[in-house]
């Protein structure tokens, strides 16, 4: 990574709007990249997945999981630009970086959860509403804050990742194909070792080196899975040869490709959701300007990079792509690097919709295999969930406090495990609510979401007895 000294003055490098030479600035935005381009496509898989399509060259519905994975890529570039840019009062005008959503997961699952390709209707129903609704919280997203502290910002990260742990989990030991069908090879210590590859080497470059190496270690870990993976023989080269040669060299999005159906339950957890993304858009927003430019974000910057949120998420529902929100990890690489050019990673956007507009890039990402994906998405899952606790440290954990957390990860993590682990067919315990609440609540986050946001506001502050 380039020395500070070498990209510009100190008063340069906190100046969003400056650009420097061409020849670093490719290498930063590049760097961008690379820092969240798994994160970024990994939701598309999870969900494909999930709803039991895309898998397997010879599958009818694999052209879907490789239209979705180049719509993440194309329209988190296209977010991207909103955000640097800016159209309108669309968009902080600061190097922030757009990308597919995590948080939206847990919400997304149940509504495919083995339903194939006819639930992408549905889904993307929820997205586009989801994201104007997402756009009009930019209006008053600075009133809404009070109801939002660390309490229960770090309460919904950390349950945004308990629940997708298990995917992580599910991946590495052979996919949720192989279990479903009771497969032999399902936890079989191949499929481990492929995983723990991953995870190894995405360990060691986080920890022991530094710069570009240290900020893709996730990618460079997949890779070396990947590699792993044709030496063992879990993947050849014909297969990778024939995803190549069968992915188009160009092809433009599609508007309206799956078509659109509104559900209650879609609109409503997506909605709900927003509200969780727009709250976690804020912080970054703030980290981005502390870190650096030293300073506080504006209200215009914190309400354009929320108006860009939504937009950018509507736009990408359209088109067929999932929720974009700010990638956190890069605000850390702006702290990192000291370079805080909106420019830089307008470069880096451009970078994706490149990619976005290649779907042979989606061919070649489709074919890592599952158990080396789980190695990445264990570590990327973990993180959200060490997110949340890290807010929760914000916390001053006196027992009003602490019965709110109770309460709330009681019932919503108890929801959860209690309704994803119950078989198809059989009871369970919210079987008695209506569709629409039944898919809301099986998620856990929500639950848990609304129980502490409404005892976090009608709680008084001390609890009786507490005082002295």
């Known amino acids: 990574m380039a020395q500070l000294s070498s990209l510009g003055t100190p008063e340069q490098l906190r100046n969003p709007n400056y650009t420097p030479a061409l020849h670093k600035a490719v290498p930063l935005g590049i760097q961008h990249v690379l820092a969240m381009f798994v994160s970024n496509v990994t939701p598309a898989i999870i969900i494909a997945g999930a709803a039991g399509f895309g898998f397997g060259s010879g599958s009818p519905d694999f052209p879907v999981l490789l239209y979705m994975i180049q719509m993440s890529m194309l329209f988190a570039g296209v977010a991207t630009l909103i955000q640097t840019i800016g159209i309108g009062p669309a968009g902080a005008r600061l190097p922030i970086v757009q990308g597919t959503s995590f948080a939206f997961i847990p919400i997304m699952i149940p509504l495919v959860a083995g339903k ?206 999932l929720p974009n929100t700010s990638f956190s990890q890069n605000v850390g690489l702006i702290a990192m690097t000291g370079v805080m050019s909106r420019h830089v990673v307008t470069i880096g956007a451009l970078f994706l919709i490149v990619c976005g507009l290649v779907p042979k890039v989606g061919g070649i990402i489709r074919t890592i295999p599952i158990e080396v994906l789980g190695g990445g998405v264990i570590v990327m899952f973990g993180m959200v969930v060490a997110a949340g606790v890290s807010m929760l440290a914000d916390v001053v954990w006196n027992r009003r406090n602490m019965v709110i957390f109770a309460v709330a990860i009681a019932i919503g993590l108890g929801f959860q495990l209690e309704v994803m682990n119950t078989a198809p067919g059989s009871a369970n315990a919210l079987q008695h609510l209506p569709d629409s609440l039944r898919i809301l609540g099986a998620s856990g986050i929500l639950p848990a979401a609304l129980i502490a946001i409404v005892l976090n506001l009608i709680l008084p502050q001390e609890l009786s007895g507490e005082a002295g």
């Not at 309490?151 to 194909?177: C, D, N």
């Not at 900020?215 to 997949?222: E, K, M, P, R, T």
């Not at 870190?291 to 504006?298: H, K, L, N, S, Y």
Request: net charge neutral; charged share 10%; with cysteine.
């Open 116 to 321: 194939g390709v006819e639930a992408l209707p549905v889904l993307f129903g929820g997205v586009l509403i989801g994201g104007l609704f997402h756009a009009v919280l930019g209006l008053f997203i600075g009133r809404i804050r009070f109801a939002l502290p660390p309490l229960v910002t770090g309460l919904v990260v950390m349950m945004i990742g308990l629940a997708l742990v298990k995917v992580g989990i599910e991946y590495a030991a052979g996919g949720v194909p192989a279990k479903a069908r009771n497969l032999p090879e399902y936890g079989s210590l191949l499929n481990w070792s492929a995983a723990l590859v991953v995870i190894v080497v995405t360990l060691g470059l986080k920890f022991f080196t530094r710069g570009m190496l240290a900020v893709s270690a996730v990618l460079i870990g997949i890779i070396a899975g990947y590699v792993y993976a044709i030496m063992v023989g879990m993947l050849d080269t014909a297969t990778i040869a024939k995803s190549w040669e069968s992915a188009a060299s160009f092809a433009p999005p599609v508007p309206f490709k799956f078509g659109f159906e509104f559900s209650l339950a879609a609109i409503i957890g997506f909605c709900l959701m927003a509200f969780v993304s727009a709250v976690e858009t804020v912080g970054d927003v703030s980290g981005i300007t502390k870190g650096g430019a030293g300073r506080e974000a504006t209200d215009e910057e914190i309400q354009g990079a929320t108006f860009a949120d939504g937009f950018g998420t509507a736009i990408a529902g359209v088109f067929g792509g």
